[in-house]
């Protein structure tokens, strides 16, 4: 089975800021898909970023931006230019690539970002 | 855009009761799912559906079953409702594909059994 471990609880950082949140998991299979998703306090969760683990480059979207290295089973979530709207649960998770997606995502247990303005 | 509704946000139920607890897409996802979300403990998967009528058990089934009558419902259904099934409980769906396809959530329901 595969696990998702996301060390920090909580983490906080002053508003324009750069933070980066941790992320390691543990798998024995080669093709698999990793993903950070975000929760408000609306609880709704958004898809901020995904990477395909054969992929050697690193997934950018706007200001959040991934390290995902595949042999340290790595990925981390970098946030750049931190607005107060980033406030929220983050939670990081694993997809195998085989079931088409069918058996579901592993999430790490999520990290509390503050944005101190 | 992609629409996964839960019927409810709040719930109070009494301890024994039976509870069911829905969840639409409008999208013709085949995948859907149930997680349950606790603070300290992330989301776990309780109950996925690939197809109608097929169900298949998460990490934590045990006190939950689920029914998949259409494609675009997914119940879960807690046949003898226990104070820790107190928790926050979120549907996702999402297409079948080799891809990184997204998987969408409800706002999700808040349940105290009481």
């Known amino acids: 089975a595969q696990t998702v471990t996301q060390s920090q609880p909580e983490m906080s950082v002053q508003e324009a800021e750069t933070v980066t949140l941790s992320c390691t998991y543990d798998?024995?299979?080669?093709?698999?898909?990793l993903f950070w998703y975000k929760q408000p306090p609306s609880r709704q969760m958004i898809l901020v970023i995904r990477q395909e683990a054969y992929k050697q480059q690193n997934a950018t979207e706007n200001r959040f931006s991934v390290n995902f290295q595949k042999a340290a089973k790595s990925f981390s979530l970098k946030i750049s230019d931190s607005q107060l709207g980033d406030a929220a649960m983050y939670f990081c998770a694993y997809r195998s690539a085989w079931k088409g997606g069918a058996d579901g995502l592993t999430f790490g247990k999520g990290t509390h970002l503050i944005i101190q303005p | 855009d992609v629409k996964v509704t839960q019927s409810s946000r709040y719930l109070v139920k009494r301890t024994g009761e039976k509870v069911f607890l829905e969840c639409v897409q409008d999208m013709d996802h085949e995948n859907m799912f149930w997680y349950r979300q606790d603070p300290g403990l992330g989301l776990r998967l309780i109950y996925f559906?690939?197809?109608?009528?097929?169900?298949e058990k998460g990490d934590i089934p045990e006190g939950y079953s689920v029914s998949r009558e259409k494609k675009e419902r997914f119940s879960l259904i807690l046949e003898s409702a226990s104070t820790n099934q107190t928790s926050m409980y979120l549907c996702?769906?999402?297409?079948?594909?080799?891809?990184?396809?997204?998987?969408?959530f409800g706002q999700g329901t808040r349940l105290t059994v009481v």
């Open positions: 996702a769906s999402s297409l079948v594909n080799r891809g990184p396809t997204e998987a969408f």
């Open positions: 559906s690939y197809d109608v009528k097929m169900k």
């Open positions: 798998t024995s299979e080669s093709d698999y898909y």
